[in-house]
């Protein structure tokens, strides 16, 4: 073999693998371009997809410009070859890589639901079965008691002769993958006021009226109920505690509201003596249920009440109230911020 033979081979040789680490190079930094210049949403993968499937997808999408090269860069990269089912958001700017990462370890989109304080129950289903991203598995009353059995059974705090599950829902703002079921976002939340409400009742003042965490519920949801004011919670607690004490009834208008079926707004001398197990105008003591869903702020109020020799207190009409330690001063003020309104 003459030498410029072996020299053309040789030159062959080197082009070729220089080409090949070039070509290698390619590939390896394909997974680090930007491949979307807008977020994506709405991304699912169902369950049994595979990686090459995903890839499909992007491209079917105009995503990927080089599929060839893509599924090369993907043989690199055999810890993204295992993809999770689920529903994903890509922010503008990911990468392939960026991509095939959050769906190899299940980094799916996190959705969020806001169920609010001094809402209740039904209104909190009917806030779940509103939203297209959770599946309503709960609906008839049949299914509510069921779950309101299990959940009693994971922890009692709760548990009634009514199989309510009123009041037993920590307030908060839950997230959550699609299609997760409402029941799911309920035991969540019954678990969040379980160990609220545990840690909440040991800090409670000793001398209050409630000799149960479920009792202390009850004020709480009434104190939610009666003010949206912050500053005002603590003294409604005492002077909730003061009527308990003296064994004076608590008349408050929302428990009574609570216990008139479809309540049109009006509440009437009639409704006030209407004997039901939750107007606090007939009945002495706490309703058998708290009225409605109670955020920390009022379970606090009600475990720690505020000192004061008030008994009575009357809405002023600017959301705030006048507060009293006589019947006469009290009269006064129904006069002053109520009846001159007519109200």
């Excluded at 991203?133 to 009353?141: F, K, M, T």
């Excluded at 149960?212 to 003010?227: C, D, G, N, V």
């Excluded at 209407?274 to 009225?291: A, F, Q, S």
Aim: hydrophobic content about 40%; proline content about 3%; charged content about 25%.
């Amino acid at each position: 073999m003459n030498s410029k033979r072996v020299y053309s081979i040789g030159v062959f040789l080197l082009v070729g693998f220089v080409g090949l680490i070039l070509a290698f190079q390619y590939v390896a930094e394909y997974g680090e371009n930007t491949i979307l210049d807008k977020t994506l949403t709405g991304f699912e993968i169902e369950k049994g997809s595979s990686a090459n499937a995903v890839l499909s997808s992007l491209e079917q999408q105009g995503l990927i410009n080089r599929p060839l090269v893509a599924k090369l860069w993907l043989k690199l990269h055999p810890e993204y070859i295992a993809v999770k089912k689920g529903f994903y958001s890509f922010e503008s700017g990911s990468s392939l890589s960026n991509i095939m990462r959050d769906i190899s370890t299940a980094k799916v989109k996190q959705f969020s639901i806001s169920l609010i304080e001094g809402l209740t129950f039904k209104q909190w289903m009917q806030t779940l079965q509103g939203n297209p991203n959770i599946i309503s598995d709960i609906v008839e009353a049949q299914e509510i008691k069921a779950l309101y059995e299990r959940l009693v059974n994971i922890n009692s705090f709760c548990k009634n002769t009514y199989s309510s599950l009123e009041g037993c829902l920590l307030a908060d703002t839950y997230f959550f993958e699609k299609n997760t079921k409402a029941s799911m976002i309920l035991e969540r939340a019954y678990l969040a006021m379980a160990d609220k409400l545990e840690r909440i009742w040991s800090k409670r003042f000793l001398d209050t009226a409630y000799k149960t965490p479920y009792e202390l519920l009850i004020m709480a949801s009434i104190i939610e109920k009666e003010t949206a004011v912050e500053s005002e919670r603590g003294i409604i607690s005492g002077v909730f505690d003061n009527r308990l004490a003296k064994n004076m009834r608590l008349q408050t208008d929302p428990t009574v509201i609570y216990g008139i079926k479809d309540f049109d707004g009006n509440i009437t001398r009639k409704h006030l003596r209407e004997k039901t197990p939750y107007n606090t105008y007939v009945i002495r003591g706490l309703p058998i249920t708290p009225i409605a869903m109670a955020g920390e702020a009022s379970l606090l109020a009600a475990a720690q009440p505020e000192l004061t020799d008030a008994i009575y207190f009357v809405a002023k009409g600017d959301g705030t109230h006048h507060f009293s330690e006589t019947l006469s001063e009290h009269n006064a003020a129904v006069r002053k911020y109520q009846l001159k309104k007519g109200k």
